[in-house]
């Protein structure tokens, strides 16, 4: 495996060490100490998220028209470290709103070309598992952070602003690795530089790639918000102390799978691992149904994070094989943007069933999209030959 793709593995390792401490208090520090009601913070979730859904396109697009992947990706790693001191510091909700934001920002812009770099660093022999190394330490960082944050505030008396300070020490390492640990391939430039959304760069995006991107996008209506695996837990009646370890539970389990898998895409068909992955999302969905006991939320959780951890690395590199080289930039963003504006309908919809038709109702929805999903498994050419540069 190349160097820089454990260097990036880290640096995503590290920022979200920072960013779950504060995410994973956020909620509790907005309205138990600035007061804030929850449609503010429902406010304030929705405004920094979309943000980050219209970013990730044109940060992709312009990493694809420069033929430069790490600046982008330094520029927006340094954006979520300088959003850390804001948290800090905030007296009101302006300043959290203006730290998601910028922090929403800097994640908008590194996404895409850091997986693009990815792509261009990997040889296509162990692409799927560089894209599952990476993930994997990526969600280490996020069963880390929350309980380093948990930690410290059993040791600080819940000082919140004094762990939200210790969050900018893996930020800023984060931004020091990226600089100083990962090289940029060189690329070759044959032709001039050209705009990768006018129509006939577009028209070098396979019918494969857009096929890919529907599907990402099924698949997401199947997996809505984890923050409803976090409610179904609460109903087991678990200590609400305990709750957000459910959390970590399922990251612990997605963190272990993620390279395994990533590995096993290598070796054999990327549609059936996929479907593969979508039938364990079945099983966990069906479990978490058909009861809200604490053993048997566990190990519906512990499913939910098995099908992560075949997924989302999976998914990523197919996007890579099925996108010309000269535009990953751009086929990450918009598989990104479709991606997570499936995710918002996808939680909503979740929300509208939990409200109106039960717990149960929601999770046997979701196990019904996975088949949907499965189904449209069939606009995906069972091919993993890698992708030639546009034109």
């Not at 920022?15 to 913070?41: K, R, Y």
């Not at 109903?235 to 102390?241: E, H, R």
């Not at 990533?262 to 479907?275: I, N």
Request: with cysteine; hydrophobic share 55%; glycine share 10%.
């Amino acid at each position: 495996m190349p160097a820089g793709v454990w260097a990036l593995g880290f640096v995503s390792l590290l920022m979200d060490i920072s960013s779950e401490m504060i995410h994973s208090l956020l909620p509790l520090f907005m309205v138990g100490v600035l007061g804030a009601s929850a449609l503010t913070v429902g406010l304030v979730e929705g405004i920094a998220e979309a943000t980050a859904l219209i970013v990730k396109v044109f940060s992709g697009v312009i990493s694809d028209y420069l033929g430069k992947r790490k600046a982008l990706a330094v520029i927006g790693y340094t954006m979520g470290a300088l959003s850390k001191p804001l948290f800090a510091l905030a007296p009101t909700m302006g300043w959290v709103l203006t730290a998601r934001f910028v922090d929403r920002i800097g994640k908008g812009i590194r996404g895409a070309p850091r997986d693009a770099l990815v792509a261009d660093i990997a040889p296509p022999e162990v692409r799927g598992a560089a894209f599952g190394l990476r993930q994997s330490l990526d969600t280490v960082g996020a069963f880390l952070g929350p309980l380093l944050g948990v930690g410290l505030m059993l040791l600080w008396a819940n000082d919140f602003r004094a762990v939200f300070w210790v969050s900018v020490v893996p930020a800023a390492l984060a931004v020091a690795l990226l600089v100083w640990g990962v090289q940029e391939p060189v690329r070759h430039e044959s032709k001039a530089k050209r705009n990768p959304i006018q129509r006939d760069s577009l028209k070098c995006l396979s019918r494969t790639y857009w096929g890919v991107v529907v599907v990402g996008a099924l698949f997401t209506l199947a997996r809505f918000s984890e923050a409803f695996l976090v409610m179904r837990a609460e109903q087991s009646g678990m200590a609400l102390a305990w709750v957000p370890l459910v959390m970590v539970a399922m990251n612990l389990v997605y963190a272990t799978t993620a390279y395994p898998f990533g590995w096993l895409s290598d070796r054999m068909s990327h549609r059936a691992l996929l479907g593969w992955g979508l039938l364990v999302l079945v099983a966990a969905d069906l479990v978490l149904a058909s009861g809200h006991h604490g053993i048997r939320v566990l190990l519906g959780v512990m499913l939910w994070g098995v099908h992560m951890g075949i997924t989302q690395g999976l998914l990523a590199a197919m996007v890579a094989d099925t996108a010309p080289v000269d535009l990953r930039g751009t086929a990450f963003g918009f598989f990104n943007l479709v991606s997570g504006m499936a995710m918002l309908v996808a939680s909503v919809l979740a929300g509208f069933l939990w409200d109106r038709c039960g717990a149960s109702f929601t999770f046997y929805a979701g196990a019904a999209f996975c088949v949907t999903t499965l189904l449209g498994l069939i606009l995906i050419p069972d091919d993993k030959s890698p992708a030639s540069p546009a034109g």
